[in-house]
């Protein structure tokens, strides 16, 4: 079965501060990693994708196959990324659905 | 580009009734869409994957009987919940895939509905 974990329900930094969103998985075989963000009163969307490699608002996420892990960071958080941040996965053998992990609230504080 | 909405953005039914939510997408065709529900300060659950012309797909665990879908066109799926009850309030969210745009398994999100049974 495929399972997203993400260990933190919340996370508060100070605004110029580092910030790490942690996100492990279990899937048997090659998945693909998302992360979504939802910022407050709007809807779900797409902040990354492991496939693409690229930053996006400053945040990177490199799979660790080996750790199987897709974290999401930031070195230096500002206010507006304050947000819910869910870790998604998807793959072959599960017909295009995403499982989401349970969400991290992230607040970045002045 | 690739935008999903949904109507509508909230509603209140009395227990009992059926409520119709429709998910649209506006600038592409979607062949699968899918339909999720989310508690306050819970994560999305899957219900359903909804395919263009044939039988919704349902998670283990989800009423097919009570959750109707229908996906009769490649730019419209929609929700029936049928005789409503106060634990079936909550949010209900849409996705859509869009083969021309993205990762084959990208979804674009609608911006949900409201659900409240009373």
């Known amino acids: 079965a495929q399972r997203v974990t993400q260990p933190e329900k919340l996370l508060s930094v100070f605004k110029g501060a580092p910030v790490e969103l942690k996100c492990n998985y279990s899937y048997s075989g090659s998945p693909e990693l998302f992360w979504y963000v939802q910022y407050s009163r709007q809807r779900l969307q797409l902040l990354l994708r492991h496939i693409s490699r690229e930053s996006i608002k400053g945040f990177t996420a490199d799979l660790n196959k080996g750790e199987t892990s897709f974290h999401l960071k930031k070195p230096f958080a500002q206010e507006e990324d304050s947000a819910m941040y869910y870790c998604?996965?998807?793959?072959?053998?599960?017909?295009?659905?995403?499982?989401f992990g349970e969400g991290t609230q992230l607040t970045v504080n002045p | 580009g690739a935008v999903v909405s949904q109507h509508p953005s909230w509603v209140i039914c009395k227990s009992g009734t059926s409520v119709k939510i429709e998910c649209r997408s506006l600038?592409?065709?979607?062949?699968?869409m899918f339909w999720y529900r989310q508690f306050p300060k819970q994560s999305l659950m899957l219900m359903a994957t909804?395919?263009?012309?044939?039988?919704?797909?349902?998670e283990q665990g989800v009423e097919k009987d009570k959750f109707l879908i229908n996906h009769a066109s490649l730019t419209l799926s929609t929700l029936t919940v049928t005789s409503a009850h106060p634990e079936d309030s909550s949010f209900y969210i849409c996705?859509?895939?869009?083969?021309?745009?993205?990762?084959?398994?990208?979804?674009?999100f609608g911006p949900g509905t409201r659900l409240t049974v009373l």
């Open positions: 996705s859509a895939r869009d083969l021309q745009r993205g990762s084959y398994n990208e979804q674009f």
């Open positions: 998604a996965l998807s793959g072959p053998t599960s017909g295009s659905r995403l499982t």
């Open positions: 600038d592409f065709q979607a062949t699968t």
């Open positions: 909804s395919n263009e012309g044939s039988k919704a797909t349902y």
